[in-house]
Each structure stands twice: as structure tokens, then as C-alpha cells.
């Protein structure tokens, strides 16, 4: 065993972490609070080592691992790195928010492990150089997000939301098993630098299988039926989570992957592009006249995968670094507004107890700092601009219509077109919190008390609304980031 | 950075001061608000005209500050003759609807919040029209929009309104959209973000590209314009809309889209690339004129007539563009002004009626010149104005209009139908002023008294309009150099 230890540092903490948290607060019967601010300790210990890790290896990729057929072998990956972080970032404001929004749930214990065994799989699937460790983490995410979907198992549309997750995922785990069954045909082993120096036509088809176990996993239309039930059954953080950050990221991976297995960037891009116009089109459609919010943003979530296919496929299709980077920053966009807009939603389901925007009418006279950040979300994924959205969008469409590609047209003005119908959907939600008849919020279960939303959930939607902003007012520091990221690429 | 620069600067800082004082004032009286947002405001319409001798000696005044250093974007605003005719333009109307506002209902509560963004739909205005970079056009151009959807949605007649406020966001987002593939196909092609560099360099992209992006601008900012058929936004949201906003919306921001037709695709393409599109211009400028007279004739809402009216008047704007000669151009932008402040003075005319006698219906209301002297006269002037009687000022723009039409070199018919068109415009405003202020007073009108806030205002416009008109001499110098700009001058 050789290499820096410094390489599997974070996945350390987080796996170490889970099991001591779990146990500690078991035995130690700690609060939900406590657990939560524990868990935010460890997750921060990894982010640290996560971004200590970026720079320290400035370029130059550290491994960790058993270096000997089957060996378990961790490879620093700077892409990988970007993703995570941001998830490790989005990981540590969900739990903050959890101190208070499993405040009522007895079972908190679970929650937090599964959260950091969740993350630890992520980066895990970035790191690993061996196909079957990645099969196995894959399936580790499954588990555990399937456990978190389910986690308010006595509602029936909790518990149909996992086993739809945890059945439509191994689907997906299950058609890359099949492809590593093929890449042994052909290669005789699972090591993917292996792999990648004899690519031949089993490896290809090994590739095209996880191609779409990958696309199950990330909601790429037509796999995306688990998409509305799974969010809009999940609790708001988890959901947060889910369409926040990793789903979005299952599309780096299934990159980075699909292209060491054999599959041409120009193939993979192209398949990407092609079906981006149907998340793009079929999310902001489905979008329209949604009355439960969580499903709402679940089919714009659809779109936004839409959104980062198309780019990232122009980026592979014609291997345009600029490209590449307008998708990593659409990746962070997406991350913070989308998050934003599940905790904002949980949070009117915490003090409502409905997840229903007509329900919500003139909640502004009661809670309007809730309806600002809410509506900040909205404004933000609609692309309106000065926000974090609009930024995105611009990058987008420079980096698109800088290629002159008339398929790169075409997907701009679908994207426009998107974007317009997108309207439809997020206007009359933002509208409908400010819009009352007279009286105010006429919400039949509400006691007349104005309900205080509590500092553990106010921190992270408030930090988030911030970087909603500050992202669309400065994105230099965070385009810096990308540059070197982007200069790091070694698998493009 | 000089003293100029900083000045210029302070046109959009001072209105921001504004909202800022106004949104941490929350229990600022609507007097007291109205105090903070007519300073800013005055501000922003005194800096301009400080800068007007500079401008008079040739200079340019810009002001630049980096933003996005990675995307080559900047905070850099510029002054020359072309902004300064449609800053002031907006900037004046805009602190006339802030004075109306004043002896009207609208704003009493939440005062704060509601001249905080007529601030900033003004700042979105002047922002669009000084604005150097493309990224920052873009920014001013939707904070116009946002905050004037904000408005009607927050203040607005009716239960309709959520309804309309999203047709209209939509509609005309869908016209910035178009802009917005331009501004950003433009900047990756010629790889800056500089109006003023683009304007010097657009002739060199590919002339299948430079068509392309002229029929996109073109479209885009007639949705702003409400030019038929892409006006269906604007007859509802002018009538649902607080009367203030409704004036600012129709005075001022109808104009910002003949303003990006100048700035963009005349100012950036040879005029042998606009020549293909120019009598479809003028074909639609013609329809619009006549299809906007003929549904104000048509209409019963009196707001609804005035509003239609915008329509009308913007065809002639269009043709007059469309016409691709000196006159007519200078025309159109002559015709900016002097349709501004035609419109705040009819539209504020109507504020009145509803105000004193809370109806809407031209069928219902009658004689009210026996009791709104004031009124009547001011009616009377704006009824003339808009009918471009001599020596009132839109009778300057129209001759210029109808004289570029002529040397157009398309058939003088178009212009004779526009000429004829106009009649239209006679009728529905002789309709409109005598329907409403002539014959016997309509029984079971109950009539209140109309503050000095809103007769003084509109007095004031009579008043402005009657000496624009009659000295037409620095406005026509003023659109001259304006149009000097778009076709390459320096200031």
C-alpha cells in the first residue's frame, strides 16, 4: 500500500464520521441538535480536507490505495473535486436546517449517517479507478438516498418515493453490472486507466451501459419518472439534496466514466445534446400548472438537467473548453437556487403542513422574509437578471452561439423557448405568496399566530439567498475556480 | 475619473440612494416618500442637463468601472446626444407621474416600497439609454420591466391584474429574449461587450449574420414599441396599471424601443442592410397607426382609448424610422417627445375624470366642461395635440414623418395612406374630448373634487407642451445630433 494518505482523507472523516455519530448519539442519546452540529463538524472536516487536497495537489494527481489487481484504489480528480464540494457545501447547510426540521421526528439517529454516507458515495464515485468499486457506490447511493427518501416511512408517498428510487436506481446499478460484465469479456480486468489503454468494442458497449445506468440516476427524459414522485415525497432537505446537487452530479460522473471506457467525447456529447431538448422541453411543460410546489420544482429540475446536458454535450461534441466551464458553473447555479427552493418550500410545509402554492396564498402578510427568499429562488432558476440564473444563462448561450454549430442554435432557441414557457410556472408561484384577497393569508389551518421560522433554518436559506445574489452580481471568484479546474482536465 | 464621469455616474447611483433611504424608511408617509423619490429623480434630471454644455463642445462623457473582468464585462455608461433626447424625455415624465401620484390613491400604503420602484423602473429607463456595455443594457432593460410588473401587480386595478402583469412580463420577455441572442451573439463574435466598440465593428460580421440579428432587434423592440401584432401587452396592462405607472409606461417606456432600434441595428448595420427591411417597417408603422386609431375609436374604457392611442402613435415612430431618411428619423425621435408628453397630459386628463367622477365608461360620462373648466381646457389641448394640430408639437414630428415617408423613394401612397390614416387619429380624439366634456353633464354622476396635485401637473404639461410646440428649435437640434450619433458622430 503506497500513496498519499491525503487522497482518501475526506472520504475517511465522512465514512468515520457516520459510524462514530451513529454511535455517539445512540449511546450518548444526544439531541437532534447536537447530532446535526456534529455532523456539520465532520462534514466541514471533510470539506477542509477536500479543498486542502485541490490545492495541495495543484495538478498533479495524488492515489491512494492497494496498487494490485482488486486492490481498492482512490484517484484525486478535480472535477470530482469541484462537485463534491459544492456538495459537501450543500450537505453542510441541509444538516443545519434538519436541527430544525426533524425537531419532530424521533428517528433523527439515521438521518445524519446516512447523509455523510451519501456524500462520502459521492466523492467515492469520482476518486475510484476500479469499475467495480464504482459499481458498489453507486449502489451505496442508492441505499442511502433511498433510506433518506423513505426516511417519513408512516406516509405513504414517502414510502412509495423511496421504493421508486431504490427500484428505478438499481435498475440502473443493474445495467452497469451488465456493463462490467461485458468490460471483463473484452479486458479481463475493472482497473479503468487499464481499461482506457485497450478500449475495444466491449469496453464500448460497457461504456454505453453505463451511459444509461448514469442517465437513470441523473433523470435524463425519457428515465425521469421517478423524478416528481422522489422529490416531491423525500423530506424538503433530502429533496434539496437530491435535485440539488446529486443528481446534477450523476452527469459529471457518467461523463468522466463513459469517456475512460471508450466512448468518444463527439458520441457522448451528441447523445447528450440530442436529449437535453426533451428535458429541456418536457420539465418546463409538465412544469406548467403545478399546484403542489415540490412537484413543480421537480419538473423544472427536469429542465435544468435539460439546461446542463446541452452544455456540457456542446462541450464534448466539440470539445470547446468554454463550454465545459459555462456547465460547471451552471452545476453551482443550479445547486444553490434549486436548494434554496426546496428548504424554502419545506419550510412553508413545516409551518403549514401543505405543500400547495394555492394553500399559500398572501403567505407574504405573515412571512415575508420567507416569501422573498422563496421568490429569490424562483427568480433565480427563471434567469432573471442579477441573480445567479441569469449569469448562468448568459454564459451559456456565449459559449453555444460561439460555436456557430447550427445544432448549438437549435438548442438555444429551445432553450429559449424553455425558458419562456418556464415562466408560465415560476411567475405565478412567486405571485400567488404576494397576491391575497384582503385578508390576508386565508390559509384554513393557520391559528392566527405569526409563525417564527427558526434560526436553524433561516441560516442556510439566508446564506443561500446571499449566494443567489452574489454569484450573479460577482461570478469572477467563482469563474477563477472554474478556470483552473478546467485546466486540470485531464479526461477531456 | 473626473468630476463629469462621477457626475454621470450619480444619474443611476442617485435613484439607487433613493431606493436604498426608501426601503430602510418603512414608515415613511407617501408625502415624505414622494420627497425621497422626487429628489432622486430631480437628481437624475439635473445631472443631464449640467452635462449639456459639455456635450454642446463636442466632448463624450463616459464613465467606466471593470465589473466581470472574466467575461470583458463593465459598469460603463456613456452620455451622448441620442441618450440625452430620450433620458430627460423619461426621467421628466417620470417625475411628473411622481408629482400626480401625489393627489391620487395610489401608494398610501406601503409608500415606501411604491416610490422605491418607480425609482427603479425609472432607473431601468435611464440605465437602458446610457448604458455602454451589452451586459448592463441587458440588466437596465429587465429592471424596467420587473419593476413596472411589480407595480401593477402590487398596486393595479381589479383581481385581473395578477393575470395581465404575467401576460405582459411574458410577452415582452419574450421580446428582450430576442435581444438578448443578439447582444450575446454580437459580444462572442466580436469579443466585447462595448457598445461603442461593437458599434464600430458590427459591419464586420458575416452580412448573412448581420440580416439575422437586424430582423431579431427589430422584433425584439417592437414588442417594447407594442407595434401591431406584437402589442397584445399593452392595451390591458395600461389599464390595470396605477395611473402614474400608466403614464410612465406610455410615455416614456414605448420609447425605449424605438430607442434600441437607433441604438442597435441602424446605429451598428449599414443602412444597406436596414434597406430591405425598411418598407416593411414603414407597412407596419402604417398598420399599427391605423389599427391603434381605429380600436381607440372603437373602445368604451377611457383609459383603454388613450392606451390604444400609444399603439397608433408608435406606428408613426416606426414608419417614420422605416422611412431611412434624415427627416423622417429625426421625426420619430422628435415624435418620442412630443408624444410623451401628449400622452402624460391625456392620460393624466383621465386620471382626473376617474378621480372625480369614478368612472370608466366614455358612454356614461358627459358635460363635464361645465364643471372641470381646467380640465376641459387642458383635455382640449392634449385632444388637438395628439390630433397634430399646429402649432402643438406632434404637428413638427408628422410633417417630418410624412416628409421622410415622401423621400423614401417607396411609393408616395404609403405615405398618403399614413397621411390619411392620421384622420382616424382626429376622430377618435374629437371623440374622446367631446363625448366627455361636451353636451349635457351625465346624470347620476356623483363628482368630487380634484386635488391641486393632480390640476397642477397636468396644468404644468398643457403648458409644456404648447411651448414645445411652439419652439421646436433645440429639440429638432437636440434629435438632429441624436441621429448624427447613429450614423457614427462622436457625440
Request: proline share 4%.
Amino acid at each position: 500500500m503506497s500513496g498519499s494518505i491525503e487522497a482518501i482523507l475526506p472520504s475517511s472523516i465522512l465514512i468515520l464520521g457516520a459510524f462514530g455519530i451513529y454511535l455517539a448519539a445512540r449511546f450518548l442519546r444526544l439531541s437532534n441538535r447536537v447530532e446535526a452540529l456534529l455532523t456539520v463538524a465532520v462534514i466541514s472536516a471533510a470539506l477542509i480536507g477536500l479543498l486542502t487536497l485541490g490545492k495541495n495537489s495543484n495538478g498533479i494527481l495524488s492515489i491512494y490505495g492497494v496498487f494490485e489487481p482488486g486492490g481498492i484504489q482512490y484517484q484525486v480528480d478535480v472535477v470530482g473535486n469541484y462537485i463534491t464540494a459544492t456538495s459537501f457545501f450543500i450537505g453542510i447547510l441541509i444538516t443545519i436546517y434538519s436541527g430544525e426540521y426533524l425537531s419532530k421526528d424521533p428517528r433523527y439517529l439515521l438521518y445524519y449517517p446516512l447523509i455523510m454516507l451519501t456524500l462520502a458515495g459521492l466523492l467515492g464515485m469520482f476518486y475510484t479507478t476500479d469499475l467495480f468499486n464504482l459499481f458498489l457506490l453507486t449502489e451505496l447511493i442508492s441505499i442511502t438516498a433511498s433510506a433518506l427518501i423513505a426516511f417519513r416511512y408512516k406516509k405513504e408517498i414517502s414510502i412509495k418515493a423511496g421504493i421508486k428510487y431504490l427500484i428505478m436506481s438499481s435498475l440502473g446499478t443493474m445495467i452497469m453490472l451488465f456493463g462490467i460484465y461485458f468490460i471483463l469479456q473484452g479486458s479481463d480486468t475493472t482497473d479503468i486507466s487499464e481499461i482506457s489503454m485497450n478500449i475495444n468494442n466491449f469496453s464500448r458497449i460497457g461504456a454505453g451501459c453505463f451511459l444509461a445506468g448514469f442517465s437513470i440516476k441523473a433523470g435524463i427524459v425519457p428515465l425521469h419518472t421517478w423524478v416528481p414522485e422522489v422529490y416531491s415525497g423525500a423530506p424538503s432537505a433530502i429533496s434539496a439534496l437530491l435535485a440539488g446537487v446529486i443528481s446534477k452530479s450523476m452527469l459529471f460522473v457518467m461523463a468522466i466514466v463513459s469517456i475512460k471506457l471508450g466512448l468518444e467525447p463527439s458520441e457522448l456529447g451528441l447523445y447528450l445534446v440530442s436529449f437535453s431538448f426533451l428535458n429541456m422541453f418536457i420539465g418546463s411543460v409538465r412544469a406548467l400548472n403545478q399546484n403542489n410546489i415540490r412537484r413543480f420544482l421537480s419538473f423544472s429540475s427536469i429542465a435544468q438537467t435539460g439546461y446542463l446536458m446541452f452544455i456540457m454535450g456542446i462541450g464534448f461534441y466539440l470539445q470547446i473548453e468554454r463550454a465545459i466551464a459555462a456547465g460547471l458553473f451552471l452545476f453551482l447555479v443550479i445547486a444553490v437556487t434549486k436548494c434554496l427552493a426546496f428548504l424554502s418550500a419545506g419550510i412553508y410545509e413545516y409551518h403549514f403542513d401543505t405543500g400547495y402554492i394555492d394553500d399559500l396564498h398572501g403567505v407574504y402578510t405573515i412571512m415575508p422574509m420567507m416569501a422573498y427568499f422563496f421568490s429569490l429562488a424562483l427568480a433565480g432558476l427563471a434567469g432573471i437578471p442579477l441573480l445567479a440564473g441569469f449569469t448562468g444563462k448568459w454564459l451559456v448561450f456565449s459559449a453555444a452561439i460561439s460555436t456557430g454549430e447550427p445544432f448549438a442554435i437549435l438548442g438555444v432557441v429551445i432553450f429559449l423557448i424553455s425558458t419562456i414557457i418556464g415562466l408560465g410556472g415560476y411567475l405565478p408561484m412567486i405571485v400567488k405568496q404576494f397576491r391575497s384577497s384582503g385578508n390576508g393569508f386565508e390559509f384554513p389551518g393557520f391559528q392566527r399566530e405569526l409563525p417564527k421560522i427558526s434560526i436553524w433554518m433561516s441560516i442556510p436559506v439566508g446564506i443561500l439567498s446571499i449566494l443567489v445574489i452574489v454569484i450573479g452580481l460577482f461570478p469572477s471568484p467563482l469563474l477563477n475556480i472554474i478556470n483552473s479546474v478546467i485546466n486540470w482536465i485531464i479526461w477531456l | 475619473m473626473n468630476f463629469k464621469e462621477i457626475l454621470l455616474s450619480g444619474i443611476t447611483i442617485l435613484p439607487l440612494v433613493g431606493v436604498i433611504i426608501l426601503l430602510l424608511w418603512r414608515k415613511a408617509s407617501k408625502n415624505q416618500a414622494a420627497i425621497i423619490g422626487i429628489i432622486s429623480e430631480g437628481c437624475a434630471l439635473i445631472i443631464p442637463i449640467f452635462l449639456l454644455a459639455n456635450l454642446q463642445s463636442g466632448e463624450t462623457i463616459q464613465f467606466s468601472l471593470a465589473w466581470i473582468p472574466n467575461m470583458n464585462i463593465s459598469f460603463s455608461l456613456k452620455l451622448d446626444w441620442l441618450a440625452l433626447v430620450f433620458l430627460i424625455t423619461e426621467v421628466l415624465v417620470t417625475l411628473v407621474a411622481m408629482i400626480f401620484s401625489l393627489g391620487e390613491k395610489t401608494g398610501e400604503k406601503n409608500s415606501n416600497h411604491y416610490y422605491a420602484l418607480l425609482l427603479l423602473f425609472s432607473l431601468g429607463m435611464s440605465g437602458t439609454t446610457l448604458a455602454d456595455d451589452v451586459f448592463l443594457f441587458y440588466v437596465f432593460w429587465e429592471l424596467m420591466l420587473i419593476a413596472s410588473v411589480l407595480l401593477i401587480l402590487i398596486w393595479g386595478y381589479g383581481e385581473d391584474r395578477y393575470r395581465i402583469a404575467l401576460k405582459y412580463f411574458i410577452v415582452t420577455h419574450i421580446g428582450s429574449l430576442l435581444v438578448l441572442i443578439c447582444l450575446i451573439t454580437m459580444y462572442v463574435n466580436l469579443g466585447s461587450a462595448s457598445i461603442t466598440e461593437l458599434t464600430t465593428q458590427a459591419s464586420a460580421l458575416p452580412i448573412q449574420m448581420q440580416t439575422i440579428l437586424t430582423i431579431f432587434f427589430i422584433v425584439g423592440f417592437c414588442v417594447k414599441m407594442a407595434i401591431f401584432p406584437l402589442h397584445i401587452w399593452l392595451p390591458d396592462a395600461h389599464t390595470v396599471a396605477p395611473m402614474p405607472v400608466t403614464i410612465i409606461l406610455a410615455a416614456a417606456m414605448l420609447s425605449m424601443g424605438t430607442y434600441g432600434i437607433l441604438r442597435y441595428p441602424i446605429a451598428f448595420f449599414s443602412l444597406d442592410i436596414m434597406q430591405p427591411f425598411a418598407i416593411w417597417l414603414m407597412v407596419a408603422g402604417l398598420i399599427s397607426e391605423i389599427y391603434g386609431a381605429l380600436m381607440a375609436l372603437a373602445e368604451k374604457d377611457v383609459k383603454r382609448i388613450i392606451a390604444y392611442s400609444s399603439v397608433s402613435q408608435m406606428g408613426y415612430i416606426l414608419f417614420g424610422i422605416g422611412s431611412l431618411t434624415e427627416q423622417g428619423m429625426v421625426g420619430a425621435i422628435m415624435h418620442v417627445v412630443y408624444h410623451a408628453i401628449v400622452k402624460a397630459l391625456l392620460f393624466m386628463v383621465v386620471g382626473i375624470i376617474i378621480a372625480a367622477t369614478k368612472e370608466r365608461q366614455i358612454e356614461k360620462l358627459s358635460g363635464l366642461a361645465k364643471i372641470l373648466p381646467v380640465t376641459t381646457v387642458c383635455a382640449a389641448i392634449g385632444a388637438l395635440g395628439i390630433s397634430g394640430m399646429p402649432p402643438l408639437g406632434i404637428f413638427n414630428s408628422e410633417w417630418m414623418i410624412f416628409a421622410g415617408g415622401f423621400g423614401s423613394g417607396y411609393s408616395p401612397l404609403l405615405t398618403i395612406l399614413t397621411l390619411m390614416g392620421s384622420l382616424f387619429t382626429v376622430v377618435y380624439a374629437l371623440r374622446f374630448f367631446g363625448k366627455i366634456f361636451l353636451g349635457k353633464l351625465s346624470p347620476g354622476i356623483e363628482l368630487k373634487a380634484s386635488p391641486r396635485a393632480l390640476i397642477i401637473p397636468t396644468v404644468a404639461v398643457t403648458i409644456f407642451l404648447i411651448v414645445e410646440g411652439l419652439l421646436p428649435a433645440s429639440l429638432l437640434s437636440w434629435a438632429i445630433q441624436g441621429l448624427a450619433v447613429v450614423f457614427g458622430g462622436t457625440s
